[in-house]
């Protein structure tokens, strides 16, 4: 990161990224001159998308190690946008803040609720995700992404259709597989025909929430198809608000006030 002498320590801002809330705030901050912005991604992904401010990928090991980058590099104020399954990420964002003093604000988008027409078999984890499908082989359609798809490798009797940001071959080892490659947004109707195509039985999506990936959902209601839907993690009650704009609002508050927290899980 760029040390500007002048900047002032609370203009130094470094958002942990990897969600659309957190492109969003990147291109509003883009070209400021009055802040200094990093964005850190988890290296998960091989070719993630170009923002417009400088970038980092990886692990900082741990919250010792997030803590030691907030004193290193000055850093001012932390943001945590990332996914609302990264619960590690999230812990250690809270107690690295805590230990070096930096004000940390959450952005957490809300989750999913069901409406009249939806199937939901709501669960507590990729594991009895896996146990809700039975045993009798069904025709799914996966859409958890690439870290944790090898945990339906113990149910190899389904044929999945298995969607994510990166290939995952080599990582859902199954008999019967289609994987598509793709980034969202996905719209209900072309995600209804896709359904439809590969005559999908049952829908697993984690409750990520936004509008980028809830067509799967509603085309899954218009066609009477059950979701097996994974339930988010707990996450630390630190302050947080639901989008970008409202970061935006407490990066140019004069006494940099953290609004009124909000625990989701």
């Known amino acids: 990161m760029d040390k500007a002498p002048m900047m002032r320590r609370d203009k130094r801002i470094l958002i942990l990224g990897g969600t659309g809330e957190a492109s969003a705030l990147v291109r509003a901050l883009a070209g400021r001159g009055d802040l200094s912005v990093m964005l850190s991604l988890a290296g998960r992904t091989a070719a993630p998308k170009a923002e417009p ?33 990264a619960a590690a990420m999230s812990a250690n964002a809270a107690r690295a803040a805590a230990r070096a003093g930096v004000p940390l604000l959450a952005i957490r988008r809300p989750a999913w609720t069901p409406v009249p027409g939806d199937r939901w078999i709501a669960v507590g984890s990729v594991e009895a995700a896996v146990a809700a499908l039975g045993s009798r082989p069904r025709r799914v359609f996966l859409t958890i992404g690439r870290q944790e798809a090898a945990a339906f490798a113990a149910a190899p009797q389904h044929a999945y259709l298995a969607r994510a940001v990166e290939p995952l071959r080599d990582v859902l080892r199954v008999p019967h597989l289609t994987t598509i490659a793709a980034r969202g947004p996905f719209d209900a109707e072309a995600e209804a025909a896709l359904m439809r195509e590969a005559g999908t039985e049952i829908l697993v999506s984690k409750n990520s929430g936004g509008a980028a990936t809830y067509g799967k959902i509603a085309a899954a209601r218009a066609l009477g198809i059950p979701v097996v ?28 006030a953290a609004p009124s927290t909000r625990r989701e899980v």
């Open 229 to 256: 839907m994974v339930r988010r993690p707990d996450k630390p009650d630190v302050p947080s608000v639901v989008d970008s704009a409202a970061a935006l609002r407490w990066l140019d508050a004069d006494d940099h």
């Open 53 to 85: 401010v400088p970038t980092r990928a990886g692990g900082f090991g741990g919250a010792d190690g997030l803590a030691r980058y907030l004193h290193d590099e000055a850093i001012g104020r932390l943001i945590d946008a990332t996914h609302p399954f």
